[in-house]
């Protein structure tokens, strides 16, 4: 099916009724929240870190040793994960130390420091979409928020200007390849699919033969979260991988992980799985507007050595960011 009906944008979710749009009240909008985080475009409550470490730093004394467990329960809460905050902590403490610090707003920034450079060296870098046709993989869990975020990134991407397919490679759900088609249909953009239990590959495969086709800038696939095993949900993924490396050398482009924060450290064990496997070329941490626990982007820096691209940051159309390590880490650390 190669389906191009043209319909308004800026809808929040597929409704089931294409055409129709939901109304706004149906998003949930919780309110921007204050401190300039608008380069992450969050609008979500605080990590709840900052909070305890507030409480920690609250005296204004000297960072004692205490202050430095504090600041390692305060991490592990937050979902940082036990073996990058050790090293969090330990790096922080050594900065604080070479700097003369004597004051809990020393050690706070001592802090921020070691987190952003975390960050950084991951290679958290602007997201470039390579020359065309571009092919991005999406992988990740069922309900990790996959469909959405390909939505989200499809719309980005037209309204920078370029043309866009998508492609619903997980033929293994039928209500994924209707929810990808709608969305579609909202957006104004070719969809690519097969019946449910088509092969996947046959799929990818025709999504590259098209965007090349019709000189399209992009397709962004979406693949089966769940299969009867890791292993054949693996073998599947990687089946799609080399279909179009052989199709289009070069390609895919990017191998972007759709990951949910709010599933902390679940969460990496299944990036671990996946990265390992798959290539994942970076990382899109969903639903940071609904975790009180930010800290596994840290962790997933840290562990896995993968760049966070983008974040999604609520529900609506427009509600994904770029990654921006400057502004997350003042997100996570305000009280
Ligand atoms: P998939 O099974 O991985 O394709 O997941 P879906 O795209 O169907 O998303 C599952 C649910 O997560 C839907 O209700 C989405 O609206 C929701 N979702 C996706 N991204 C975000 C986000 O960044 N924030 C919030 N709050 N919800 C999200």
Redesign the pocket.
Same mark, same amino acid.
């Given at each position: 099916m190669f389906d191009r009906r043209r319909q308004r944008r800026g809808t929040?979710?597929p409704s089931s009724n294409p055409g129709e749009l939901l109304p706004p009240a149906t998003m949930?909008r919780p309110s921007r929240a204050p401190g300039g985080l608008g380069g992450l475009g969050l609008r979500a409550r605080h990590s709840g870190l900052g909070a305890r470490l507030r409480s920690i730093f609250g005296s204004g004394a000297e960072a004692s040793a205490a202050t430095w467990d504090g600041i390692e329960e305060a991490l592990v809460a937050g979902d940082v994960g036990p073996t990058t905050t050790l090293e969090v902590v330990d790096g922080a403490r050594t900065r604080y130390v070479k700097s003369g610090g004597r004051s809990a707003d020393l050690a706070r920034s001592a802090l921020a420091d070691e987190i952003r450079d975390r960050l950084s060296g991951a290679g958290v870098r602007g997201f470039e979409l390579g020359p065309p046709p571009a092919v991005l993989l999406f992988i %990740?869990?069922? %309900?990790?928020?996959?469909?959405?975020?390909?939505a989200?990134l499809a719309a980005r991407l037209q309204r920078e200007g370029r043309t866009i397919a998508l492609a619903a490679a997980d033929t293994f759900r039928a209500a994924?390849i209707e929810?990808l088609r709608i969305w579609g249909e909202q957006l104004g953009m070719p969809v690519i699919a097969q019946r449910a239990g088509a092969d996947p590959g046959a799929v990818a495969f025709d999504a590259v033969t098209a965007a090349e086709s019709r000189g399209l800038d992009a397709v962004l696939i $979406?693949t089966a %979260?769940r299969l009867q095993n890791k292993t054949q949900l693996m073998a599947e993924l990687g089946k799609i991988r080399r279909i179009v490396e052989r199709r289009l050398p070069g390609q895919p482009r990017h191998v972007l992980l759709?990951l $949910?924060a709010t599933t902390g450290q679940n969460g990496l064990a299944q990036a671990e799985a996946f990265s390992q496997q798959a290539g994942v070329t970076g990382v899109i941490l969903?639903?940071? $507007?609904?975790t009180a626990k930010g800290g596994i982007a840290v962790a997933i820096a840290d562990r896995l050595r993968l760049p966070i691209v983008f974040?999604?940051? %609520?529900?609506g159309i427009e509600?994904?960011a770029p990654f921006d390590a400057g502004a997350y880490v003042e997100w996570l650390l305000a009280a």
């Open positions: 929040a979710r949930p %990740g869990v069922n %309900g990790s928020g996959k469909t959405t975020t390909i989200k994924a929810q $979406d %979260g759709v $949910d969903t639903k940071l $507007d609904g974040v999604g940051v %609520g529900e509600d994904l």
